[in-house]
């Protein structure tokens, strides 16, 4: 059992409703139980549809809610089917996932990334700033260069590295049932906040999370790399009892 509390973000992607407020139910009450817990780091990013809903639901409010992705465009604008940064705020979301990969397999580039970033920055909304490699750039042997593209890209020195916390995902591994032998997940991960460290000239590591096929099994092994600061879990949350079980097994 590591004492390092670690962070445990869900990611249900395009999936729940109304009932489906019974998970965030048994999240927050086993959460409340659970001393041994950073309560601050348990999070939910659920959809839009969701958020006020399940806030306004929930009456002993531990656990933190988040959305996952917003326009780029901050306020209100001329953005049909959109939701800017300004608008999840006022609804309570706490976190924002912003560059997965699902979202940059659909065009969004690292300008596009980094513009979301200013606004849920701006916002006071904690990012969850996603970044990986494909297959293809993996096989090439063009991970790091793709990795630190995405960094330089998307941050600027002057923003509030505090209010970011990395996911490193690779886009092999979401929805696979893969994720990357233990030696390489430990290089990368260092490899992030030693990058980080240099691009900004910093002393600070960013927290670095892991994403990608996270469950109950695999999360084990992966908790024997201690420079990762958390996970970031999308099929798993979608159940309470997966995401528990991830949770329980990581400090078994
Ligand atoms: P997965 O997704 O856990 O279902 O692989 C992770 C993610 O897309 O964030």
Known sequence: MTNKLKYFIGNWKMFGDFGSFKIIQEVNRYIYK???LDKKKIVLCVPNTLIHFFKKKLKSNIISLGAQNCHFHEGYGAFTGSVSATMLKRIGAEYIILGHSENRLEGETNQIVKKKIIS???QKLKVIFCIGETF???KSRKKFSVLRKQIKSSL???FNKNQIIFAYEPV???GTNKIPKINELENIIKF???DFRILFKTGNSP???YGGSVNHKNIKSLSSITEIDGFLI?????SAKKFIDIIENYYK
């Open 207 to 209: 927290k670095v999370l």
């Open 234 to 238: 999308g099929g798993a949350s979608q």
């Open 136 to 138: 293809k750039e993996k």
């Open 156 to 158: 600027e020195k002057k």
């Open 192 to 194: 992030i906040k030693k």
């Open 34 to 36: 659970n001393k041994r």
């Open 120 to 122: 849920a920055l701006n």
């Open 172 to 174: 092999w591994s979401i």
